[in-house]
């Protein structure tokens, strides 16, 4: 992100861009209130905060829409400076129109993510709460939505700030020690520091832990649909989508790349992936698909093995074996096509069994998926962590204790031990933003969209 002046006053369409029945236009900075009033039928000067004025744009004499103006003075708003909102008729013209006039009036265009980076700026959010602002906006589920509120409102944070605090205590401590060096004498306590460091090494292990959930519910759950050709794996993603997303027919062979859709079930998303049939074949682009599917293997959380009830189901089983899947845990057997042969039913204790084509057995099957996931961690209070940035942090950190807690063991001297605290209090403080560089911030708030 280019280094820019924070000084100057920003605007930004903070709606979709498109047409639509009302759009919102937002202003930050000092020249907030003096720049709207240039362009608006009514001086706001001397108006209360979070008061709205309905009236018009004007460009010279010509009328431009009627809006409704709110005001947030400064210290009281979303990036803690002056800020004006313009609610307008969502033409795309009219969004246009006002920006331009803003623009010609000395405001300038804003940067992606400028509006939450100068909120982070001027204390009204720490960096773990900005980053969530932008996964709030994204969230598809139940699940992202919960975590990404509850990031906002600063459970993370807090939780890290509490232990960061803790330690910076002790790291203090520990600097006095040095100053006293030659007189050999012990300001901080051996005992409680270990006590807090195992608490912090317990805590942090809990977060890292919980970036697995994390992660699933941030970016979707994979499922990959595997099996032989024919044995009506695109039947079945279409029967879970509720629509005709991939071609079916009797032809084995059918699908040769993989075809991706995604659904909610329970709040998580999941995202399931139909793959090419796999066989021997000398057809090549039949082969690069089936490479593709034993790819989609590897990485899907969870494998659907779809069987043909019609045929040999022993063979088939045999099939999965090699497959070469590290972990059998995520493969859930499927027999599918029981209405064309009734007897196979529970011949295989773990397997699941339906119809694609007649819907028979959906319910059970997505029952299964969900107990894959640890639904309970959402249910209690827990923090999860979702953002990959912040999950590499608290490995580094948490390799930075283990070493404190080697050396409180080993009776390693001040100066040794300052270090590695010193370490992971610094990567800690990297999460929340307590200690941050312009390229670190350019990074993360490059990374959001225009008027966020
Ligand atoms: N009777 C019956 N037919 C089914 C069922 N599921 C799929 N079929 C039929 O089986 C045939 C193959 O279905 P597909 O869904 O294309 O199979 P596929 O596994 O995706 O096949 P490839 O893409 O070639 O690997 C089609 O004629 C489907 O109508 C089922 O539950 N019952
Ligand atoms: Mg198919």
Do not use: W
Not at 83 to 97: D, R, Y
Not at 169 to 175: G, N, Q, T, V, Y
Not at 265 to 280: E, L, P, Q, S
Not at 412 to 424: F, G
């Amino acid at each position: 992100m280019k280094r820019v002046n924070y000084d100057d006053t920003i605007c930004a369409l903070a709606t979709g861009g498109g047409m639509s029945a009302i759009a919102l236009i937002r202003i930050s900075g000092n020249k907030s209130i003096s720049t709207i009033n240039n362009i608006f039928s009514k001086n706001l000067t001397d108006k209360k905060s979070h008061t709205a004025h309905f009236g018009n744009i004007i460009d010279k004499k010509d009328i431009i829409d009627e809006v409704i103006v709110t005001i947030f003075h400064k210290n009281y708003s979303f990036t803690g400076e002056e800020t004006v909102e313009i609610s307008c008729h969502g033409s795309k013209f009219i969004q246009n129109k006002i920006i331009e006039l803003l623009i010609n009036s000395g405001v300038r265009l804003a940067n992606p993510g400028e509006f939450s980076m100068r909120a982070f700026k001027n204390g009204k959010v720490d960096l773990s709460q900005a980053e969530s602002i932008a996964d709030l906006i994204e969230s598809e589920s139940e699940a992202a939505h919960k975590t990404a509120i509850q990031h906002l409102k600063g459970g993370f944070s807090k939780k890290l700030k509490y232990l960061r605090e803790k330690l910076i205590d002790f790291a203090s401590l520990i600097e006095l020690e040095l100053d006293f060096s030659e007189e050999d004498v012990e300001f901080a306590n051996r005992k409680q520091l270990e006590d807090l460091v195992n608490e912090m090494h317990k805590e942090t292990s809990l977060l890292i832990n919980s970036f697995r959930l994390g992660n699933v519910i941030k970016n979707g759950i994979p499922v990959a649909i595997l099996g032989a050709p024919n044995v009506g794996k695109s039947t079945l993603l279409n029967s879970l989508l509720n629509e005709d997303r991939a071609i079916v027919s009797e032809i084995a062979g059918t699908t040769r790349d993989s075809i991706e859709d995604q659904i909610v079930i329970n709040g998580f998303n999941y995202r399931f992936i139909d793959t090419a049939g796999i066989r021997k074949t000398d057809d090549k682009i039949e082969n690069l698909g089936i490479e593709r599917s034993l790819s989609h293997a590897k990485k899907s959380n969870i494998i659907i093995y779809l069987i043909d009830a019609t045929q040999d189901i022993k063979s088939q089983l045999k099939n999965i074996k090699k497959l070469n899947i590290d972990d059998q845990e995520k493969v859930i057997k499927v027999i599918n096509k029981i209405d064309l042969n009734e007897k196979v039913s529970s011949e295989i204790n773990d397997a699941i069994y339906i119809s694609a084509i007649n819907q028979t057995g959906i319910d059970i099957l997505k029952n299964r998926l969900c107990k894959f996931t640890n639904v309970n961690s959402l249910d209690t209070n827990n923090t999860v962590v979702t953002n990959q940035r912040h999950y590499e942090q608290l490995l580094k950190t948490i390799t930075e204790l283990e070493l404190v807690i080697k050396g409180l063991k080993d009776g390693l001297s001040s100066d040794l031990l300052a270090i590695n605290i010193k370490e992971s209090l610094y990567h800690l403080g990297l999460i929340t933003g307590e200690i941050s560089s312009d390229d670190l911030l350019g990074n993360i708030f490059g990374k959001f969209c225009i008027g966020k």
